[in-house]
Structure formats: C-alpha cells, structure tokens
C-alpha cells in the first residue's frame, strides 16, 4: 500500500473503496465499465461500493441518455466534508454526555490529612439545616478537638436549624457529654453497646459519607447517593434496636 492509500484510510475508506476513488479521480467521468477497466476491480463489485463512496461526498453521479457516469467532487470539498462531520459530532457531544452522566455517574471521592483539614470537615459538615447522623466516639475526638472547638462546632448547626443524630461509643467522655442540656434540643444521642470501639468518626450528611480516621489524622468524604442511602439505612436500623 502505497502513502497516499495509507492517508485516504484515514478518511474511513476501505481499500476497495480507495480503489474505486483513485480510478474515477484519474478518468474524470466515467461508467461503471470504465471505473471496472481502470482500478482492475469487477462490476459486481463496484456496484457493492460506489454508494457508499457517493453517501461520503467524495464523487457525484450526472445520467445522459439514460447511461449513469460518476465522477469527483474537487479534492478540496474533503475538507468541508471533514469540518461537517466534526460539526455533527460536536452538536450531538451534549446530548451523549448527558446520557453518561445518567447512566453512569461514578462517585466522587476526597481524601484530606491533619488535624486543621479535619475540623474544617467538621465545620463544614454542620452548616445544614438537615439532619446528620453520626457514629460519634468521644474519647476520640476530644483528643482531636478540645471543647470549646467542639462547642462552636455544634453550635454553628444550631443556628442553621440542623439535627444531629448520635450513636456513641460508651466510654467516660460520653457519659459527660449526654449530660449536656444545652444541646438536647437539636442532639439526639443514643449509647452503643459496651464491646463497640471504634477508632473513627463516621458522618452522613446530605449525599455524603464522610469517614474520619482518628488513628491516622485523614479523612475520606464519598459522594454517592446509594452508598449514603445504604449508610443511613443501616444507621437508623441501629437506632431503633437501642432502647
């Protein structure tokens, strides 16, 4: 295959096609017979071809005394034909992109490092007027956050009308922290069994799981819809076991 045929392949054209093409180029005009006598292919096949090398704009086809001639457009049109095809393609991205995102949206996912990147999940996490619901160990997280932290965290979903729900690690902090009045009125807190340690702080929060992992000062936020709903599930299917 010589450079020239290697350079129409690019222009989606199988080789029979490219044949046919170069032959009616070289002649200008002419039949089926005469494409069939220049490019050494048969009639039959011709006929299996030439349609298709019309349909791409590269030739056109005039009828004379009821005989058919086909013969080339200028070379240069296979510029606009290929300004075309990008054009129809780029018109129909939008529509695709929005069939992918439908059908198949990947769930995002952050990861964050140290303490100043943790206590900022948590400010964050808190400025909602929905309700969050929260395995909570607090021996753990005031070894993180001292109380006054804590306070202006909880506070701030106060003011935003927000809720907390709390399934908590049974420990000394925790019995201090339910005593707390202030906070029963958007806290609710409910005491997990004495053999449920947990290192971690886990926070669902609108479409986000949000994992925080004392152990090793990161954090990982998953954005996900089902993975959420699952999570939830699981955690009111929790609260409602303890009494």
Request: charge should be positive; include cysteine; charged fraction near 30%.
């Amino acid at each position: 295959m010589n450079e020239l045929n290697k350079k129409l392949k690019k222009l989606d054209l199988k080789d029979k096609e490219i044949q046919i093409y170069l032959a009616i180029l070289a002649i200008g005009k002419g039949t089926i017979s005469d494409i069939a006598k220049k490019s050494n292919i048969k009639r039959t096949t011709i006929y299996q071809y030439i349609a298709e090398i019309l349909n791409k704009g590269l030739i056109y086809k005039t009828v004379r005394n009821k005989t058919i001639y086909y013969s080339p457009e200028n070379p240069e049109k296979i510029i606009k034909i290929l300004e075309n095809k990008k054009r129809t393609i780029e018109a129909i991205i939008p529509e695709l992109k929005s069939l992918y995102s439908n059908s198949f949206k990947k769930p995002k996912i952050s990861f964050y490092e140290g303490r100043l990147e943790i206590k900022k999940i948590y400010s964050e996490a808190v400025e909602t007027h929905k309700n969050i619901y929260s395995y909570f160990s607090p021996q753990n997280l005031f070894n993180l956050l001292n109380f006054e932290e804590n306070h202006e965290i909880l506070m701030k979903l106060y003011k935003n009308g927000g809720k907390l729900y709390n399934l908590v690690e049974k420990s000394d902090k925790s019995s201090e922290r339910l005593k707390i009045k202030k906070y029963n009125k958007f806290v609710k807190s409910k005491l997990l069994p004495n053999d449920f340690k947990f290192a971690t702080d886990q926070l669902i929060v609108g479409d986000k799981l949000i994992l925080i992992s004392f152990t090793n000062l990161m954090a990982v936020i998953i954005k996900d819809k089902a993975i959420v709903c699952l999570q939830k599930n699981i955690f009111k299917y929790i609260w409602k076991t303890i009494k």
